[in-house]
């Protein structure tokens, strides 16, 4: 079994920024008490979501554009 983390898109509420994230739990062999010890840990990690699947997922992280880090990197030549 492993378990990976999977982004969730930035939320911003109040000024406040959180980036919630989701577990996914592949090569999961399906045992009861791991799925309970999987969701306590996800729970108290404060995971939005879990997934258990007794096949294999490659989580894909997608770049950031190159453009934001361009903009942070020079603010002051928009005159922000």
């Known amino acids: 079994m492993r378990i990976q ?8 509420l109040a000024g406040i920024h959180e980036e919630p994230f989701a577990l996914i739990a592949d090569q999961f062999d399906g045992a009861p008490e791991s799925q309970q010890t999987l ?22 992280e997608t770049p950031e554009p190159a453009v934001l880090e361009t903009l942070a990197a020079d603010d002051d030549h928009f005159g922000i």
């Open 5 to 12: 983390v999977l982004r969730l898109p930035l939320v911003e």
């Open 39 to 60: 969701m306590a840990f996800a729970e108290q990690a404060g995971a939005r979501a879990l997934w258990m699947t007794g096949e294999t997922v490659e989580i894909v």
